[in-house]
C-alpha cells in the first residue's frame, strides 16, 4: 500500500461484513478525502427515510452535540470539511458521508487524517439521539428543510420536466422514485422510525469507503479496523440489479402546464443496454453524436439550422439503461422539433454519421475523462461506477475502448433504441400548433 503517483487507480484494500474498502491512487492532490456510501435498494418505503439520516448526521455527533461545536472543530483542523447527502444511480440508493482536509505534509507533522476520520465515525456511530429516537428538535427542523427542499424542485423548470418525464416513463418502476423521496413520505417520518432506518442502514446496508489523497498505511489501517471494530453488522442486505428491459407497446404522450414562458420538451427513450455490456461504450458514443455536444446533431440541427430551441441535448441514464432528449421550445414549434429530433434518431440508425462527427465526439470524451482526473469526487465517483457494475476498468484503459468504438458500433447500438415516453411542460393557456390548424 505504498504511496502512488502518475496513473489515477483504485486498489481493493479490505473486504469485511459487507464494507469494501478502496484506496485511490493519484498524486494529483493537495488534500485528503475519505468517502463512505451505504447502498439501498430505491424504495418508496424508505427513500425519504433513507435521505434525512444524512442530513441528521451531519448536525452533530456526541463529541460535538451542536453545528457550532462541530464548526469550531473543523476550523481547528485546518478548516477540514465533512458533508452528506444521497444519490440515486438505477435502481440503487446511496447515502454518502465525504470528509476532506489537507494533506498532512502541510501541517507541521499533525496527523490530520487520524482526527478527521475520528470525526467521520463519530458522525456514524455516535448521531444524536434522545430516549429512543434522534433528538426531536433537530429532527423537526430537517423534516420541514427537506419538505421545502422537495418543493423547491419546481422552480428549476428543466430539472423539473426531466423529473416528471422519467416518473411517468418509470411509473411502474422503482427509477420512478426520487432519489430524496416524496413529501407525503417524508411527513410520515419521525425521530424513532428514522433512527430505526438508521439502525438498518449501519448494521445491514452494504457499504463502500474510499480513501484518496496522501493517506499513509498507518492511518489507513487504523480507519480500517476503526470501522471493523465500532460497527456491529452482520445480515446484510443483498442489493438487486436495476432492470434494463421493458416491452413498448405505444409510446405515452403526457402534456402538462405550467406558469412559465418556454415549453420544456422531454422525450425518454430505452437504450435496452446493461452498463456492464460492451455495448456500453459504443452507447456513450452514440449519445455523444446525437445531443452530447455543440457539435452534436441535435445542437446543430433543432438549435442552428432551425432555430426551434433554446437547447437541445440528450443524456444517458448508464444504469437504468434510458436516453433522455431534453428541449427548451416555444409552445406553437413542438410538432416541428419532435420530428426534427426524431429524424436525427432515425439517421443514426441508418449510419448517416460523418466521420468528424465521431471524432468530434471522442475528442470531446476523452476531454471529459481527463478533467473528470482534476477533482477527487468525480474521481470516486468513477471509480464507484466501475465498482458497482464490476467492469475493472480505469480512465486510461476506458478511454481507450471509447476510442476503439467504430461506426458499425454505433449504428448497431441505435437499432436498439426505441421512443417509449414524450412529455411537454407548456405555458398555461398555449395550444400545440396541430391544435391550431
Given at each position: ?39 439501498d ?32 472543530k473543523l ?42 476520520s ?49 416518473e ?34 449501519i ?74 455490456s ?20 441535435l ?82 465517483d468513477?471509480?464507484?461506477s ?5 467492469s ?10 471509447l ?19 414524450i ?15
Open positions: 500500500m505504498g504511496l502512488h503517483s502518475g496513473k489515477t487507480t483504485a486498489e481493493k484494500l479490505a473486504v469485511k461484513n459487507g464494507i469494501t474498502f478502496y484506496r485511490i491512487n493519484s498524486g494529483k492532490f493537495k488534500t485528503s478525502r475519505a468517502d463512505v456510501f451505504f447502498v435498494n430505491l424504495s418508496k418505503e424508505r427513500a425519504s427515510g433513507n435521505a434525512i439520516l444524512p442530513l441528521m448526521m451531519k448536525r452533530g455527533c456526541e463529541s460535538y452535540p451542536s453545528v457550532q461545536a462541530l464548526e469550531g476550523e481547528e483542523l485546518y478548516g477540514a470539511d465533512i458533508n452528506a447527502g444521497v444519490t440515486k444511480k438505477g435502481e440503487l440508493q446511496f447515502i454518502g458521508f465525504h470528509m476532506s482536509h489537507i494533506s498532512d505534509r502541510y501541517t507541521n507533522g499533525e496527523r490530520l487524517f487520524d482526527q478527521c475520528d470525526l467521520l465515525m463519530c458522525m456514524l456511530e455516535k448521531p444524536l439521539i434522545e430516549k429512543d429516537g434522534f433528538k426531536e428538535s433537530l429532527f423537526r427542523q430537517e423534516r420541514d428543510n427537506m419538505v421545502d427542499y422537495i418543493r423547491s424542485r419546481v422552480n428549476d423548470k428543466l430539472r423539473f420536466s426531466l423529473s416528471r418525464c422519467i411517468e416513463m418509470c411509473a411502474d418502476e422503482p427509477y420512478s422514485i426520487p432519489e430524496d423521496g416524496t413529501e407525503e413520505d417524508v411527513l410520515l417520518l419521525d425521530p424513532q422510525n428514522t433512527l430505526a432506518l438508521y439502525q438498518q442502514m448494521k445491514t446496508y452494504p457499504a463502500y469507503v474510499y480513501i484518496s489523497g496522501e493517506v499513509d498505511d498507518k492511518s489507513i489501517q487504523r480507519f480500517i479496523d476503526q470501522f471493523m471494530a465500532t460497527v456491529d453488522r452482520g445480515n446484510i442486505k443483498k442489493i438487486n440489479p436495476t432492470n434494463v428491459n421493458k416491452d413498448i407497446k405505444e409510446v405515452r404522450k403526457i402534456d402538462e402546464q405550467m406558469d412559465i414562458s418556454q415549453g420544456k420538451l422531454c422525450m425518454g427513450f430505452r437504450t435496452f443496454v446493461e452498463p456492464t460492451e455495448e456500453y461504450y459504443p452507447l456513450v458514443v452514440y449519445n455523444g453524436i446525437l445531443g452530447g455536444d455543440a457539435h452534436s446533431k445542437f446543430r440541427n433543432v438549435r442552428e439550422k432551425a432555430s426551434l430551441a433554446y437547447y437541445a441535448q440528450s443524456v444517458l441514464e448508464k444504469y437504468k439503461g434510458l436516453m433522455i432528449i431534453m428541449s427548451g421550445i416555444e409552445a406553437g414549434n413542438r410538432g416541428k422539433a419532435e420530428d426534427i429530433i426524431l429524424k436525427q434518431v432515425e439517421a443514426m440508425k441508418k449510419g448517416d454519421i460523418a466521420k468528424k462527427d465521431i471524432e468530434a465526439t471522442l475528442k470531446s470524451l476523452e476531454t471529459g475523462m481527463k478533467t473528470m482526473q482534476d477533482g477527487q469526487g468525480a474521481i470516486v468513477f471509480f464507484m466501475q465498482h458497482l457494475t464490476e475493472g476498468e480505469d480512465f486510461d484503459s476506458m478511454i481507450e475502448k476510442k476503439a468504438v467504430t461506426l458499425d458500433d454505433v449504428v448497431k447500438v441505435a437499432q436498439k433504441v426505441q421512443l417509449d415516453t412529455y411537454f411542460l407548456k405555458p398555461e393557456g398555449s395550444r400545440n400548433e396541430e391544435e391550431t390548424i
